[in-house]
């Protein structure tokens, strides 16, 4: 089993940064992500990252703004977003597998309970 708990969401204005970390416990996992979900949308891929940090995929709309990054040693991966924009307001979820393969898709074994970010234009 894995807990996953997100942290780091608030309110910020157009233009702000973000970090959101996402803290893993239990047994040793693979893959994270993070996903998204706006108000009466669904929930969307944002970004993911293998164990080792050498692959990491983004959305088209978060490349060159969001920065995905993980410490093993910490058991914590983070989220770096950078001018942020009305449109990434949503629930912001991470993700972790078990697979080593890292995906796009919502397959993940494990989910946090999400945090909150919302942008203010």
């Known amino acids: 089993q894995v807990h996953l708990l997100e942290s780091g969401g608030g309110l910020v204005q157009a233009g702000g940064s973000l970090r959101l970390s996402c803290a893993a416990s239990g047994r040793s996992t693979y893959a994270m992500g993070w996903f998204r979900q706006a108000p009466g949308k669904e929930s969307e891929f944002v970004a993911a990252i293998s164990r080792g940090g050498g692959i990491r995929y983004y959305d088209d709309s978060v490349k060159g703004r969001f920065t995905i990054s993980r410490d093993n040693a910490e058991n914590t991966m983070y989220l770096q977003m950078n001018s942020l924009k009305p449109e990434d307001t949503a629930v912001y979820y991470c993700?972790?597998?078990?697979?080593?393969?890292?995906?796009?898709?919502?397959?993940?074994?494990?989910w946090g309970q999400g945090t909150q970010v919302t942008v203010s234009s």
């Open positions: 993700a972790a597998r078990i697979s080593a393969t890292v995906t796009r898709e919502k397959n993940y074994d494990y």
